[in-house]
DNA sequence: ACCGCCACCTAGATAGACTAGGGAGCAACC
DNA sequence: GGTTGCTCCCTAGTCTATCTAGGTGGCGGT
C-alpha cells in the first residue's frame, strides 16, 4: 500500500476556514462539516489540526469566539469573521490564485 | 512587517522538479533556474530545499542521477527522470488537479 | 444505569521547506 | 600569482503546519 497524500493542501486550512466563515458563525466540528461538504467530500479536516488553527486566527483577530449552544443542544463555541478575517481572506485567496497559476503555468508546458 | 508567505506550495517540490526533468537531465541549479523560469519567476526554489528533495526522488527510484561538466565548465550532477519517476509525476499531477479543484470549488461559493 | 455521540481539547510525532552556513574549482583580473 | 567572484554541491539545525492518538464532559435515548 503506498502512502496516501494527505487530503489537504499544506498551507490552506486557515484560508478555507476563514472562507467557511464568510456568511455565518459556526462551531469548529460544524466548520469541518461545512469544507467537507462545500469541497463534494474532497477535502477533510481532522480536529488536530482544526483546533490549533482556530486558536491561531482567534490570537491574529482574524476571527472572534463565543460560547453558546448547539443544535444538538451542546455547549460550542462559535467562531465568526472579523473584518481584519475577511481581509485577511481576500490576501490569501490572491496569494492561492497567484501560486496556482504559477503552478499550472509549469505543469502545462510540453 | 507582515511575514511573506513562501514562494512554493508545500509538497508541491517534488512535482515541479519531476516536471522540469521532463525533456532533458539537467544539473541541481539547472533544475531550480528552469522552475523559476518557467513560473514565471513566480517559483523559487531554494537550495536548501532543492539538494534534500532530489535525494528523495534518487532515493525512491524516480529520478538517476549522473557526475558530469556543466556549460561553465563546473562538476555537475545530472539528474535525469527514470520511467517510475514518469509515472510518479502523473500521480501527482491527477492528486494535485483533484485537491486545487476541490480547493477551487469551495474558494468559488457566495 | 448505561452507551453512544457530540463538541472541545492537547501532547507528541512527523515531514517538508527554509536559514545559514561551508567547500572546491574555474575564470578573470591586475 | 594572488585575489576576487562565480558556479555548483552539500549539510546541520530550525521552524511550522498538520496529523495521530489519545482524553474530558455532558446530553439523549434505551
Do not use: C, F
Not at 486557515?14 to 467530500?41: E, F, N, T, V
Not at 463555541?77 to 473584518?83: F, M, V
Amino acid at each position: 500500500m503506498a502512502k496516501e497524500k494527505p487530503d489537504l493542501v499544506y498551507g490552506t486550512l486557515d484560508m478555507l476556514i476563514l472562507k467557511s466563515l464568510q456568511h455565518d458563525p459556526m462551531h469548529g466540528l460544524g466548520i469541518a462539516d461545512r469544507i467537507q461538504q462545500m469541497s463534494d467530500s474532497v477535502l477533510r479536516v481532522e480536529q488536530g489540526s482544526l483546533y490549533p488553527a482556530l486558536y491561531r486566527l482567534e490570537a491574529e483577530g482574524w476571527v472572534a469566539a463565543d460560547w453558546g449552544v448547539s443544535d444538538n443542544n451542546r455547549r460550542a463555541r462559535y467562531y465568526r469573521l472579523t473584518s481584519a478575517g475577511r481581509r485577511q481572506l481576500a490576501a490569501e485567496t490572491d496569494h492561492w490564485v497567484r501560486i496556482t497559476s504559477a503552478i499550472n503555468l509549469v505543469l502545462a508546458q510540453g
